[in-house]
Structures are given as structure tokens and as C-alpha cells.
């Protein structure tokens, strides 16, 4: 038979080109077992597995995994034995839950699941040596998302309270990132935190879609709004709703500034939005630009209590 290429869809992301962006990145592939020891599996997962096996090669291969964090991190200590400070590594691979449905059998989705450990950047003489934080791997996990994920924060047994978040999409959790909780740097013997990272994959497959805009005749117009609300009221929120409300000649709104301090009420903070005007048609006037602007501050006080600054 003839030789024929299998393309997949526009719309399709493959494997490879996801492997791809996270060795730009500096991540390796790795390969771990399926089997892991019963007290990793307790420490790591958010739902620890119960699928024992009856017949283990050893008891540090007792259970079947719900999360590929266990094997991440044998892998990580396995290097740091061996002097290697800097790991970044991702995996491919099923994971094992119990069974949901009344055939018994277990689900086993895919995921992709990774760990970077180390510095920002390599040592070299002109950068200073900073330890990766959740904000590097929070831009990797980022690139590998599709259209419309956002994330939140999250409660996860293994990870640090203020260093993690949960990914969604459509309106489901897809997956999880964040710094692994310090009370497990003792069972690892490790001297900082590593980074980890765990997505289902088959959202990862969706592919972005272009769509055509026209070529704007005018200039963007910027707005500044600082909006001082809670504390404990998160920015992603605030910002979701200010793009929203957005009318359609709103280009685009962007936080700039997060700042508590001087001339701010304690337990409160002031984020600042940079809103960008554009219309497509025609120049806005001021009385529009104003309109606007009163509109997404109206949103932001009905719905959080937020006050100019």
C-alpha cells in the first residue's frame, strides 16, 4: 500500500510539539514507573491511591499511582545523590483512579506532569542566583495551555498554601501547579522546594484558533484605573469581571500594579488596570472615553466594593 501522511487537525495540538515547547524551555522527558511506594503516594496526592497490587515487585512498588508527582520526585532525589542541582524534567503517563462506573474497572487518564528544581537561570557571573519561584513555572504552564484556562487559587495537601493554583478550563479543573509544601522537605532531604506541575492532557490538545480582525485606522487610547478593594479579594477575579463587563471597543485591559502601603487602608490593596481603547471605526470622545471608564469602575464597585484611588 501506499505511503500516506497522517496530518492531524488545525485544531489538534500533537504530543510532540507540546514535548517541544517544554525542552525550549530546558525540560527533559522522563520515564517512571506506574508502581510506586504506598508512603510517597500518601505524601503527594491530593486523593491517595487505594489500587494495591496483590502481587508487588517490592513494597516500594505497592500501588498503582493517581498522580505523576511520585515518580517526579524519585527522580529528583535520584539525581541530587548524583550532584545534578538543576532538574527539569516532564512526564507523559497514565494515572489510576478508582472506579467510578459499575463495571469496576479503573479510570486511567492521561497526563502531563513536571518538576523543575534549581535556579532561574544558569550560574554565570552577571546574574545573580535566584531560585525559581512559582512565577517561572507558572509561564511555562502557561504556554502550554489552551485559549481561555485561568487560574486559581487552590488547597492542594502537598503543596505551599500561598504558592499554588489550580487550572481551569471550560469550566473544569484541568490540572494543578505550584511549590511542594515545606513539610515535605525533610522526607526528601532537599535544601529548597521544587516546583511541580500536573495536566490532563487531552485540553492540552486544543489548538488556538486564529480569528481575523480588522486593521484598527486609530489610535489606542489608554486608561489608567487604580481600584483599592480587600485584601483577600483575588486580582484574577477583579479582572475577570472588568473584561466582562468590557464594551467591544475595548481592546484589551491589563493589571500593571499591585501596591499596599502609604495611603491605603490596612487589609486592603490597590490594583492598577491599564485599559486600552480602540475602536475600529472611529476616534472615541472624551465623553466616550469617560463612559467607559465609569462603566468598568460602576462593575467594580457593585460587585466588590472597590474604590477609585
Known sequence: AP?????????????????????????????????????????????????????PLSQDLAVMRST??????????????????????????????????????????LRLGGLWY????????????????????????????????????????????????????NGQSIGWLGELHPRLGPSYDLSRMPLLFELEWIPLTRESWPEYGPTPRFQPVRRDLALVVEESIPAMTLW???RA?????????LLFDVYQGAGVEEGKKSLAFCVKIQDTERSSTEGELEQICQELIGVAERRFGAVLR
Not at 517544554?22 to 508502581?35: C, H, K, P
Not at 487560574?151 to 498554601?161: G, K, N, R
Open 240 to 242: 475577570d469581571a472588568l
Open 68 to 109: 505523576l508527582s511520585v515518580g517526579l520526585m524519585e527522580t529528583l532525589v535520584f539525581n541530587l545523590k548524583r550532584k545534578q542541582e538543576q532538574v527539569r524534567i516532564f512526564e507523559w503517563g497514565r494515572c489510576f483512579l478508582p472506579a467510578r462506573d459499575t463495571d469496576g474497572l479503573c479510570a486511567q487518564p
Open 3 to 55: 505511503l500516506r501522511a497522517i496530518h492531524l487537525p488545525e485544531r489538534e495540538r500533537s504530543r510532540q510539539t507540546v514535548a517541544q515547547r517544554l525542552q525550549a524551555r530546558g525540560f527533559q522527558e522522563v520515564i517512571t514507573y506506574s508502581f510506586v511506594p504506598p508512603e510517597g503516594e500518601q505524601r503527594l496526592a491530593m486523593q491517595p491511591s487505594i489500587l494495591n497490587l496483590l502481587n
Open 245 to 253: 463587563a468590557a464594551p467591544k471597543n475595548v481592546a484589551d485591559i
Open 118 to 169: 534549581g535556579t532561574r537561570f544558569p550560574e554565570q557571573w552577571g546574574i545573580e542566583s535566584e531560585s525559581a519561584d512559582f512565577f517561572d513555572l507558572k509561564g511555562v504552564v502557561e504556554e502550554l495551555l489552551p485559549s481561555g484556562a485561568s487560574f486559581v487559587s487552590t488547597q492542594h495537601p502537598a503543596l505551599h498554601p500561598g504558592r499554588s493554583a489550580e487550572v481551569w478550563w
